[in-house]
């Protein structure tokens, strides 16, 4: 099947990168623009606490208000605020009330706007939506910065903006730079990779232009989707789509030139070479392709709205980039033919494969040591999973000379932590009549007595049947202290203390976290068991053993330990980090377990081509990893440098994540890959591809299936015969 598509893309080039061209036109004119979705809780499933809770919150008291951000004024030298300052403060306020700033409804100074000590003073910024993460907000916040500075000059004040509006303005500007850079660095490393690779100015750009063109038809694919199907994808996966299709893009890219040069080196003519290189590697990349959509779309079993609508829309950009390197790719290489390499004459020239003859070498007349060596290594890098500690406070990453970072800090200095963002306690009746006075505020101080934090009096709703009260922690509510408190201590509290005839719900910042800890944790749970089924029972079809995928799947799972293990390792007992970012496990998941699995099958599916040619395992192995070590090499190195510049960034969590996914990426490639699968599949011998064995495959080569290559190592590498 797959010679037929690659012959057909062969034989008609022109038309098959018109009809690549019309749909790229398309996508970019038909498919509507993806949308933002900024509300955390809008991911959860209802019957989660806090959801709920912030639907009776709306319900009862939809005029409620809180603020977006809030600005703290100190005094320049931390002292007191005298009460010259106090009136400098309500005099800037004012000023910037009558500002006239879109999106911002009300800047004001409450009743209990200056901390204990009188050291801070608190005006909040309250907005026209309720979404603090509104771009025109953030504008906005932006504006409001500027026009107060003029406003202190002269005074002894100084003021910072923060708050979640606030902390989203800072996040995105020290992020921009980063998005920036990591575009241009994976530009500049597959293009700087691929010339020292072939030597070629168009086969270095060639492959851009190409993911370029299958970026444009899978976002409008995915937006389509979203718009007609209901499919619910986030604006903010776009960043991920261009990281996913510039590593699967280039591996199958790979894959296939690698193979195209190889059939070329035998003397084929370009337009053979390239039909019988889709013939012989297209099962591989659809089989890589086939592992990463079914990782991806094991997304869909997950708690978060979040993680479901990633799944399903990277699933789909992996299928483009499929039928791209199935059609397109063939299409516009053997249209160009030799001239693709053009200056180098390499592509007429066998390789030596120094090392990598060595490394294949070495691994089939030491199988046992290979194996022990390189599977050690994994599980002692996997221990330090034991120690992850997950971190959800965002705002504890960022660089600490941002204004919202050091305006948080000096208004821990006189307030609660939690002052901005109070857990809300919402008491309901069940029958839906009103409430008693009495009781609610027997109720409320049965919860003051608890010693959780402070508790601000009732607020019943105009219908008299919820009554909300604000609990301000003393811990910041993202943080892991808040997030446990809630979820535990408070929420058993408030539960137990409930007046009879009402139900009693929690809600707010720290329990929606809380709820997504949960979800999470539900979610590893289920999503990767499944997820490593799945991708077994294609392992299983492309080998036609039972054997292969058990013992490959283990390996993957020893990389992922080892991944998430380094990382811990590294940020939180080198570095000291009190936590990881919670979602870190899944991002290993995205790009180390699932696209790393590319290496995986790569390898296997070589092994198989040589094990069907009549080879014994031994020299099987050998010629594999001889012939494959320079495409996993240069796929691996590519996508762990476009994550590596993550690690140029100041915001930790972007470390965390640039680390995880480089360090994994080279682990998967060249400890796995390369040394642990062919070793035990070495050990294993015949018994790694039962039921099928090899005697009842027939040969997948053209010309002779054994002979002297077979016989003899040295043959395979002198060029003599092409067993590539």
Partial sequence: MFGRIGRSAVRHPWLTILAWLIAAIAAASLAPPLQPVSDQAEFLPSHYESVRAGEVQERAFPQQEQPASIAVFRRSDKGALTDADKADVAEVTAALQKAGLKKIKRVETGPQAVSPKGEIALANIVATTKNPYDAELIESVKELREKAKPLLEGTSLQMGVTGSAATALDTQESSGDTDAMIMMATLLLIVVLLAVIFRSPLIAILPVLIIGLVFGVAVGLISGAAELGGLQADATISSILIVVLFGVGTDYILFLLFRYREFLREGRPAKEAMGEAVARVGETIASAAGAVIIAFLALTLSSLGMLRAMGPALAIAVAVTLVAALTLV??????????????????????????????????????????????G????????????????????????????????????????????????????????????????????????????????????????????????????????????????????????????????????????????????????????????????????????????????????????????????????????????????????YLFVVAIGTDYNILMVARLREEIRGGSSPADAVRRAITHSASTIGAAAVILAGTFGVLLLAENTMLQQMGFAVAFGILLTAFVMALLLVPAVTTLLGGRAWWPGGRSSVPPAHDGPAGGADAGSPDTADSGTHARI
């Fill in 330 to 375: 063939p299409a516009v290489f053997s249209l160009l033919g030799t001239k693709a390499f053009w200056p180098s004459k390499a592509w007429r020239k066998q390789p030596e494969h120094g090392l990598a003859h060595r490394v294949g070498a070495l691994t089939a007349r030491r199988p046992g040591g290979v194996a022990a060596v390189s599977g």
């Fill in 377 to 588: 290594l994994l599980a002692v890098l996997a221990v330090g999973v034991f120690s992850f500690t997950p971190q959800f406070d965002s705002s504890g990453s960022l660089p600490k000379d941002l204004e919202s970072v050091q305006a948080m800090e000096d208004l821990q200095r006189g307030f609660s932590a939690g002052q901005t963002d109070p857990t809300w306690v919402l008491v309901e009746a069940k029958d839906g009549g009103r409430l008693d006075r009495a009781g609610i505020d027997a109720y409320g101080k049965k919860l003051g007595e608890a010693g959780l934090g402070q508790v601000t009096p009732a607020t019943l709703g105009p219908r008299g049947d919820v009554a909300q009260f604000g609990v301000v922690l003393k811990q910041k509510p993202a943080s892991e202290e808040a997030i446990d408190l809630v979820s535990g201590a408070l929420r058993d509290a408030a539960h137990e203390a409930a007046p009879d005839g009402t139900r009693v719900l929690v809600g707010g910042t720290s329990a929606v976290l809380a709820d997504i800890q949960h979800a999470t944790n539900r979610d590893y749970s289920l999503v990767f068991p499944v997820a490593g089924v799945a991708i077994m029972i294609i392992l299983g079809l492309l080998l036609r053993s039972a054997v292969a995928p058990w013992y490959l799947m283990l390996s993957v799972g020893l990389g992922f330990g080892a991944t998430l293990g380094s990382t811990v390792w590294l940020f939180q007992n080198i570095k000291g980090e009190q936590g990881l970012l919670f979602t870190l496990p899944v991002i290993v």
